[in-house]
């Protein structure tokens, strides 16, 4: 097994600094600390080098929040030195995790994400007549800090790097020993790294040809029910013996012509539509960014920036006129809203 060394230094690198700084400001220009930090930009960046290559870079300095998005979850955000710190690592880590990961793994890479995700599991949805649905209960709170350095050991062989992945882990725990957070960048890639010898268990030993995971919700595609059950077993004990995990009780497994619920949407064999829940989600949002903007709370680049990502969603699915009908009953704004423009609500 190659493993990949000398990165720790290149992770201070002033043009990787540099490259990470451009990366945590997106979206987040007109933030205090973001000012505060480029008002002194480089000074900034050669603190941060220097503390890097010193090995006393300050960690685990955290908000913590709670989101309802749709259900209630603890956000833990780090303060945005600290997140330019993670994106300097994943500038230079992120290959290396990449090139382990399987196909049909689709959560924090490049070139793949939810709507590939969602296009592959329709494929499946046509191709096969069961699935079986299932996702890790409370995922990111029962990581195991030790299997993750382990597993992490095996693809790098830098100690001065593997340090600070150790370093990065003990600022948080739901447990002794377990847990990241959610909302942090490290977090997000370290979560989606830990089951990816789950992957590999399923397609190389298990050799299931019909296979999709976005993070912690995975589906398996199979001719018959019988041998899905027996598969159902078999990952509940391998997940527990090798990963200490548990599946959430809430399985699925159905006939693909019924359609699957599968990250928001409602997917079909050759068709994808808005799930109840993102349809209901989208109403509240939507009424929400709208009344902040005409009480004077948002300005229109707020409105858009929030307002298009909630549009983009929807267009994922068939969803023209469930968003014009949005938009004839609750539009308040005369003329465009911001960030919903005309082809958002025909595409």
């Known amino acids: 097994m190659k493993r990949t060394g000398n990165l720790y230094y290149k992770i201070a690198e002033p043009d990787n600094l540099r490259l990470a700084f451009s990366k945590a400001v997106k979206g987040k220009q007109d933030r205090p600390e973001v000012m505060q930090f480029r008002a002194n930009f480089e000074s900034n960046i050669m603190a941060l080098r220097q503390e890097i290559l010193d090995?006393?870079?300050?960690?685990?300095?955290?908000?913590?929040?709670?989101?309802?998005d749709p259900k209630k979850r603890l956000i833990c955000a780090a303060c945005f030195r600290e997140?330019?710190?993670h994106h300097a690592i994943m500038n230079v880590c992120e290959q290396t995790l990449d090139a382990y990961a399987v196909f049909d793994s689709y959560a924090c890479r490049k070139g793949k994400g939810g709507r590939k995700a969602i296009s592959r599991a329709?494929?499946?949805?046509?191709?096969?007549?069961?699935?079986?649905?299932?996702?890790?209960?409370?995922?990111?709170?029962?990581?195991?800090?030790?299997?993750?350095?382990?597993?992490?050991?095996?693809?790098?062989?830098?100690?001065?790097?593997?340090?600070?992945?150790?370093?990065?882990?003990?600022?948080?725990?739901?447990?002794?020993?377990?847990?990241?957070?959610i909302g942090n960048l490290i977090s997000q890639h370290m979560a989606n790294f830990y089951l990816g010898c789950f992957d590999h268990w399923i397609k190389e030993i298990r050799r299931i040809r019909g296979y999709v995971r976005y993070m912690d919700d995975f589906v398996l595609w199979g001719a018959e029910k019988k041998a899905l059950k027996e598969e159902l077993r078999r990952i509940e004990r391998?997940?527990?013996?090798?990963?200490?995990?548990?599946?959430?009780?809430?399985?699925?497994?159905?006939?693909?012509?019924?359609?699957?619920?599968?990250?928001?949407?409602?997917?079909?064999?050759?068709?994808?539509?808005?799930?109840?829940?993102?349809r209901k989600r989208f109403v509240r949002k939507f009424r929400k960014y709208e009344?902040?903007?005409?009480?004077?709370?948002?300005?229109?680049?707020t409105l858009s920036r929030h307002m298009t990502p909630?549009?983009?969603?929807?267009?994922?699915?068939?969803?023209?006129?469930?968003?014009?009908?949005?938009?004839?009953?609750?539009?308040?704004?005369?003329?465009?809203t911001p960030g919903f423009s005309p082809k958002a609500r025909t595409a």
């Open 122 to 181: 329709e494929m499946f949805l046509g191709r096969f007549p069961w699935y079986l649905k299932l996702d890790i209960a409370k995922y990111f709170n029962s990581i195991d800090h030790e299997i993750l350095m382990r597993q992490l050991e095996r693809r790098f062989k830098d100690r001065d790097l593997l340090a600070l992945f150790q370093r990065i882990l003990n600022t948080y725990s739901t447990q002794p020993g377990k847990g990241v957070p």
């Open 310 to 336: 909630l549009v983009e969603f929807t267009r994922g699915a068939k969803s023209a006129g469930f968003r014009r009908n949005v938009m004839t009953r609750f539009g308040r704004i005369e003329g465009q």
């Open 238 to 278: 391998w997940l527990k013996e090798n990963l200490d995990l548990k599946l959430n009780r809430k399985i699925q497994l159905n006939r693909c012509a019924r359609g699957m619920p599968f990250l928001g949407y409602r997917v079909y064999p050759g068709s994808v539509r808005l799930a109840t829940a993102s």
């Open 83 to 85: 997140r330019v710190l």
């Open 291 to 301: 009344n902040a903007f005409l009480k004077g709370e948002w300005s229109e680049e």
């Open 55 to 68: 090995q006393r870079v300050n960690l685990g300095d955290y908000r913590f929040f709670h989101v309802h």
